[in-house]
């Protein structure tokens, strides 16, 4: 199917980008040509300006000299020409080449202004020629490869280069400033480095995607130790739909077209519709996986996926402003609710926002923005911070609560600050309940090393009444140094990117000391004598009674550790998530798949567990770590919670 066209982009970051390599390109093609045997002249207006005194007019000289020389007829029998026809049909040849370099500029030449290419127009062209041609040269560089084809639009044609550029960004808009560091020109040396890592990082996802497709193929989990699956997540293939836009971006192009011709034929939403799921993680999954893909291939029955299920959500809300924590797609199998988890009612203004966006329906983002007024309304003993359960009545109090921003509020923090960025800063409100909820984290959730060390910090409990703070830090808690880093950007907080900083190291801490180098699923750290201070005491760390040492699989180090490396460009942020990686490939890759541990001190302590969200997010974050910054970019795209990439229009 041809994918949709992207909406007119009054900005076109992506373009600019585009436009900037081409034209990098064809420099570095005009170059070659001359330099070469091959004489076409380029006549693009891009190209530059070829004087007839040039190496390159020359041949064309000789050409006419020759022509004015002998005038004969040049070809015998009926399709004799003359030799001032030839020399009109070349041009005419050459005139058609020409165009054709223009309208495919990086086909033609490998690759989109590589990193090599901007080395390359550094330094004197036609002496690195000359030097590139012979080997025994003194300064003959050794043979460096030519850019991987995954990130190289080689060849790519129809809905293959819509998905390329689309990931890119083309079509994206916004009007707020942008945040990525503005990376310089790769040298080569690191490129080379950042390929092999990105092409471990895929093909690991690869060895995944195949044990999927062998042991589980449509359902929802694949058992990675057994074999066999498992169906946790409504039964719908939650990896399937959680993967797809993983697929894309890694430009699994074959593999992709086979996941949404199972999409299109066999994937039902209706088999059980009295089934009670869980309206959560269906929304960042299943919901959020099918708007995120179809922003990324503009393939329609996506959206028609996305406005169906977008319709069974709305059951949860049963006339309440905060919807259920279960849901069944039929309607009359629902019942009013009256105890609401806050990260499910506050992680789904994203996905209902984009819904409204893309069907023109406002209900979602009614719905949605709903949510966070009437939470926003209310006074706490600790301002800007909830509590894990809320009633649906309005004016509301939180008092006597702990506070924590791990599991059950975690992505509603998360939420605040992304809906603000979605909606291109038009609701200030949101930002106010973001800063809000960041000063008050700052004031009474930060704890820091009884060392001194300004290296790292945990985000402990804070007790609501008294301000009593624990040493605890789950590893959901980790995703909030993404959202201060990304936050300090925009609302100019430069010591919440300190901050962001301090937890991403804090978080990496348990990695770097278990063992196998992955974080355990929660720490309990050591109280110091000190207020707001905790021993980090590397025995205590991982005593078993004192913490939960299971590793899920779970992305949220690695996805802090990618949003300061965008932000900041330091490599450092790659180097950790790199031996990340390598532990997961040493202790959790299974023959099948990925498998979750039971024990980070323990490599073999499989759990048999592959949860969705390792394609969609660990892998994913990953990638993108290693991928050129535009792929992905924050100034174009913001990530649901469960890394699902959202345009922003
Ligand atoms: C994911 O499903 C989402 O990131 C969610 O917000 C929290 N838990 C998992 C990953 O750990």
């Known amino acids: 199917m041809e994918p949709r066209t992207p909406s007119q982009s009054p900005r ?146 129809g809905s293959a280069k819509y998905r390329f550029e689309r990931i890119r960004g083309k079509g994206a808009r916004t009007s707020l400033k942008k945040i990525q560091f503005q990376f310089p020109a790769e040298t080569e040396k690191a490129r080379l480095e950042r390929e092999a890592r990105l092409k471990a990082v895929r093909d690991g996802f ?64 209706t088999r059980n519709p009295t089934d009670q799921v869980q309206f959560f993680e269906t929304i960042i999954r299943y919901l959020g996986g099918f708007l995120s893909t179809y922003d990324l291939t503009g393939e329609k029955v996506l959206l028609d996926k996305a406005e169906e299920l977008g319709g069974y959500m709305l059951n949860a809300f049963q006339g309440k402003n905060f919807p259920n924590g279960r849901v069944a797609v039929q309607a009359t199998a629902n019942m009013p609710g009256y105890n609401f988890v806050v990260a499910e009612i506050g992680t789904i203004q994203l996905e209902f926002s984009r819904l409204s966006q893309l069907s023109g329906k406002p209900i979602y983002d009614e719905k949605a923005r709903k949510i966070f007024e009437v939470l926003g309304s209310a006074t706490s003993e600790l301002p800007g911070l909830v509590p894990a359960y809320v009633q649906d009545a309005e004016g509301r109090h ?52 009884e060392n001194g060390s300004q290296e790292y910090a945990i985000l402990g409990q804070v007790y609501s009444v008294n301000k009593k703070i624990e040493p605890d830090m789950e590893h959901l808690a980790c995703f909030m140094s993404g959202s201060f880093a990304m936050g300090a950007k925009y609302f100019d907080r430069p010591d919440d990117l300190v901050l962001a900083r301090q937890i991403a190291q804090g978080c990496y801490l348990g990695y770097r000391h278990s063992g196998t180098g992955l974080g355990p699923e929660a720490t309990q750290f050591t109280s110091s004598t ?82 969705s969200f390792f394609m969609a997010e660990t892998m994913k974050y990953l990638y993108l770590m290693f991928s050129t910054p535009d792929v992905i970019s924050l100034d174009d795209f913001v990530l649901n919670t469960e890394a699902h990439p959202i345009i922003r229009i």
């Not at 370099?101 to 000359?130: H, K, T, Y």
């Open 12 to 157: 076109q970051s992506s373009y600019v980008v585009d436009i900037e390599k081409a034209d990098d390109a064809f420099g570095e093609a005009n170059r070659q040509t001359s330099s070469s045997a091959h004489t076409t002249p380029f006549t693009s207006p891009r190209a530059p300006f070829v004087s007839p005194g040039s190496a390159a007019a020359g041949p064309l000289i000789g050409l006419k000299n020759l022509i004015e020389r002998n005038p004969a007829t040049v070809v015998s029998g009926r399709y004799s020409i003359n030799l001032r026809q030839l020399f009109v049909l070349l041009l005419i040849l050459m005139g058609l080449t020409t165009m054709w370099f223009i309208v495919n500029p990086a086909e033609s030449f490998g690759g989109e202004g590589e990193p090599e290419s901007l080395v390359q127009s550094a330094v004197g062209v036609s002496d690195q020629s000359r030097v590139a041609r012979d080997p025994h040269h003194p300064h003959a560089k050794p043979h460096v490869p030519s850019p991987i084809v995954l990130e190289a639009s080689h060849g790519l044609t």
């Open 530 to 611: 000190y207020p707001g201070k905790f021993i980090p005491d590397a025995d205590k760390f991982f005593n078993p009674l004192l913490s939960r040492k299971d590793y899920i699989l779970r992305p949220e180090t690695i996805e802090s550790l990618w949003i300061l490396y965008r932000l900041t460009g330091e490599k450092k942020y790659q180097d950790q998530a790199w031996e990340i990686f390598q532990s997961l490939e040493k202790s959790c890759r299974t023959p099948i798949a990925y498998s979750g541990l039971r024990d980070v001190t323990s490599p073999g302590s499989h759990d048999n567990r592959m949860e």
């Open 206 to 269: 690869e060895h995944a995607w195949k044990g999927y497709k062998t042991h589980a193929w449509g359902h929802d989990e694949v058992l990675p130790v057994s074999g066999g699956f498992k169906d946790n997540f409504n039964g719908w293939g939650a990896t399937m739909i959680d993967s797809l836009d993983t697929l894309v971006i890694m430009g699994f192009n074959d593999e992709f077209d086979e996941a949404l011709e199972w999409v299109k034929t066999k994937f039902s939403m």
């Open 398 to 449: 939180y008092s006597n609560f702990k506070a924590a921003v791990g599991g059950m509020v975690d992505s509603y923090y998360e939420y605040l600050l992304k809906e603000w960025i979605l909606l291109d800063g038009k609701v200030p409100k949101f930002r106010e309940m973001f800063e809000h909820a960041a000063d008050s984290i700052k004031k009474y959730m930060v704890m820091r090393p």
